[in-house]
């Protein structure tokens, strides 16, 4: 990120980061490309956030550690940024509280301490609490969900994909359509791409570690792309 940041003539006005990060130091530290940069930083969570403990959890969303970087996260918000009004939704599905097509079995966070006591005597108090502190963090919350679902937005902000991709949720395009947006940006995957619907709903998957413009264009690469695989019904792919 840094090395592309340099070469850039011109710096972005925003930048928003999809998730995985894995904060082995405070974000603020990692950020600081960003921030020389004159860019606003925005972020969303990934699964591979928490990989690290509460320790690495800490050092991306503890206001203590991060004091710039922390007012950029967008989790179940909507903001402007840039002229664009951005929602952000991270983390990804976990059975145990969402795993569609399937209902939710969980709809907000206070449920959780009275569902973990169904784990059996298996599970110590320790590995109970982790679990609770993890599930809570990282996974995709039908409150949080609604919440977005009730305001409107011109793009939405994704750590998990739609059914643009052949491992996608149908339910974040219908979180987009509800909101109002035209355009979903996703990570997780580690492949880019660009799709879009039959009502014009498009889609921009990003790989690890590239950056790309809201118009699809790379700024600069990242890892090298993982295989789409086959193109799932109902989403057209531009060539090119």
Same mark, same amino acid.
């Given at each position: ?10 710096? !972005? @006005? ?10 082995? @130091? ?47 996260? +967008? ?35 206070? @449920?959780?301490? @009275?569902?973990?006591?169904? +784990? ?41 994909? !739609? ?78």
């Amino acid at each position: 990120m840094a090395k592309g940041l340099a070469a850039l003539d011109r710096p !972005p @006005e925003a930048v928003v980061l999809l998730g995985d990060m894995e904060c082995h @130091e405070p974000l603020d530290s990692l950020a600081r490309p960003i921030f020389h940069a004159g860019a606003a930083l925005h972020w969303i969570f990934g699964n591979h956030d928490y990989d690290g403990g509460p320790e690495m959890w800490a050092n991306l969303v503890d206001p203590g550690l991060n004091p710039r970087s922390t007012t950029g996260a +967008l989790h179940a918000q909507v903001r402007e940024i840039a002229g664009v009004r951005i929602a952000g939704l991270g983390g990804t599905f976990r059975p145990r509280v969402w795993h569609p097509p399937n209902p939710p079995r969980l709809r907000r966070r206070a @449920e959780l301490p @009275e569902d973990l006591t169904t +784990l059996g005597p298996g599970w110590s108090a320790q590995a109970t609490a982790a679990l609770e502190h993890s599930l809570a963090a990282m996974a995709i919350w039908p409150e949080d969900y609604d919440l977005l679902a009730s305001q409107r937005a011109d793009v939405l902000v994704t750590h998990e994909a !739609p059914s643009s991709h052949p491992s996608g949720v149908a339910v974040l395009e219908d979180l987009a359509r509800a909101m109002g947006a035209k355009l979903v940006v996703h990570g997780h995957h580690h492949v880019g791409y660009r799709a879009h619907a039959e009502d014009g709903l498009r889609v921009l998957g990003v790989g690890a570690g590239w950056g790309v413009s809201l118009a699809g264009s790379a700024r600069w690469a990242g890892e090298p792309e993982r295989w789409l695989g086959r193109a799932p019904k109902g989403w057209h792919f531009p060539a090119g």
